[in-house]
């Protein structure tokens, strides 16, 4: 079965300044792999997906992910951060587009100016 | 094209009740997943439902069922409430099950 692993429960950086938030799956073949952010009281929002081909994936809000096959990983990254992208963010997997959405715990972000 | 739909945004209910939640997804999807959201256990898949049929199933005690209807809208039950059942309920919908988009959810607190 597959899993997620988000190491940091929670990350505090200051506004302007660079992101990246881990996340760590376990599985034996290429998995589908999704990075959403949830603010309080909402629901789930995709910032990008990767299934195939380039291992560096665009999103939105400026989001970018790297797929590394030999890490076992895809860590969401962004340049610059804004106060607005203050939220709670899950990596998520699946085996393929015929499987249910396997979530890691999240990662709280909090920005300060 | 309007998102995916869930009522009510909130629910107090009594240990021992039941209760109904409905989702409405985005016009056209026809798979409807449903999703447990609480702190100690972070998103838990509950089931899908893909043209009226139930595609897959998770971990959940058979007090919590679901259906799916013709147009799609989705309604999942939970029987003889307990404590332990107060979570945010995610629906989500997807065209090609390679993309979820997630509604706002229910919040629902036990008593």
């Known amino acids: 079965a597959q899993s997620v692993t988000q190491p940091d429960i929670h990350i505090t950086v200051s506004e302007g300044a660079s992101l990246e938030l881990r996340c760590n799956y376990s599985?034996?073949?290429?998995?589908?792999l999704f990075w959403y952010v949830q603010s309080p009281g909402q629901g789930l929002q995709l910032l990008l997906k990767?299934?195939?081909?380039?291992?560096l994936v665009q999103g939105i809000k400026g989001f970018e992910a790297e797929f590394k096959r030999s890490q076992s990983s895809f860590n969401l990254r962004k340049p610059s951060v804004h106060w607005s992208d203050a939220a709670e963010y899950f990596c998520?997997?699946?085996?393929?587009?015929?499987?249910?959405?396997?979530f890691g715990k999240g990662t709280r972000l909090s920005v300060i100016a | 094209k309007a998102g995916v739909t869930q009522t009510p945004r909130y629910l107090i209910k009594t240990r021992g009740q039941q209760v109904t939640l409905s989702c409405s997804p985005i016009?056209?999807?026809?798979?409807v997943s449903w999703y447990q959201q609480t702190p100690g256990q972070g998103l838990q898949f509950l089931f899908e439902?893909?043209?009226?049929?139930?595609?897959n199933k998770g971990n959940f005690p058979g007090r919590f069922s679901g259906r799916q209807f013709s147009n799609s809208r989705s309604e999942m039950n939970v029987s003889t409430l307990e404590l332990g059942d107060s979570a945010l309920y995610l629906c989500?919908?997807?065209?090609?099950?390679?993309?979820?988009?997630f509604g706002q959810g229910t919040r629902l607190t036990v008593v």
């Open positions: 599985y034996g073949a290429t998995p589908y």
């Open positions: 016009s056209g999807h026809r798979s």
């Open positions: 439902y893909f043209s009226e049929t139930q595609r």
């Open positions: 989500a919908s997807s065209e090609n099950r390679a993309e979820a988009f």
């Open positions: 998520a997997v699946a085996a393929s587009g015929n499987t249910p959405l396997v």
């Open positions: 990767y299934f195939s081909g380039d291992t």
